[in-house]
């Protein structure tokens, strides 16, 4: 079935460091959604990218999605412990114009050590 | 209410047995959906209802996974002849369209002894 791949799987930081996570789609996305997951709680929507090649930002957190609408990645500058937590991609699956389900990766775990 | 609710929390029970997890959404969102969470792994989607609708259930693992939206607010996922394959964080999340920003609820966690 329709997978998205992340990685990488783990990544400790000092803290100050940047960090990023990758993801990879084998089929073409309608759109693509990133999520944040602190330790024992439910993820948390961050933001959603639409358009292809479209890159967005907020404070600190730098998102984009690939030209092919196939790859996007979070980039987080100069951590802080506040930023502990998995990072999930999800992509929405495109069928044939219409969007199929989220399609969530396994995560990437960020530690941060201070 | 202010945001998505499962009930229970935690629910601890013996294989075979049979199981019911509970999902209030937020009020106004048409879209509800069930995932799967493994320890280390992410979100597994089971199914999808707009309104009252199953729209999709194409995640759910077998026929012992059953799922309702009777009244298109509350859903009920039930899982007959539980296994201990079955452990796990079952969420909710409910979106205001399909394909919107799905907010979480902090999960039911079974598990099968």
């Known amino acids: 079935g329709q997978q998205v791949m992340q990685i990488p799987q783990y990544q400790h930081v000092q803290e100050g460091e940047d960090f990023t996570t990758y993801c990879n789609s084998s089929t073409t996305l309608s759109n693509i959604q990133w999520y944040k997951q602190r330790p024992g709680g439910h993820p948390v929507f961050l933001i959603q990218?639409?358009?292809?090649?479209e890159v967005k930002k907020q404070k600190r957190l730098t998102f984009q999605f690939g030209e092919a609408k196939k790859n996007s990645s979070l980039h987080i500058t100069a951590t802080q412990t506040t930023d502990v937590g998995t990072y999930f991609c999800a992509g929405a699956m495109n069928y044939g114009g219409s969007q199929g389900n989220l399609i969530f990766g396994k995560g990437t775990k960020l530690s941060v050590k201070p | 209410g202010a945001g998505v609710s499962q009930t229970p929390s935690n629910k601890v029970t013996e294989k075979g047995k049979y199981v019911e997890l509970r999902c209030d959404p937020i009020?106004?969102?048409?879209?509800l959906y069930w995932y799967r969470q493994s320890l280390g792994q992410g979100p597994e989607f089971l199914i999808y209802?707009?309104?009252?609708?199953?729209?999709?259930d194409s995640g759910l693992p077998n026929d012992r996974f059953f799922a309702v939206r009777p009244e298109g607010s509350v859903s009920t996922l039930k899982i007959q002849r539980t296994e201990r394959g079955d452990s796990a964080v079952y969420l909710c999340a409910s979106s205001f369209i399909w394909g919107g920003e799905l907010f979480f609820g902090e999960g039911s966690r079974l598990t099968v002894l």
């Open positions: 990218l639409v358009k292809s090649g």
């Open positions: 009020s106004g969102h048409t879209a």
């Open positions: 209802f707009q309104g009252t609708g199953a729209a999709d």
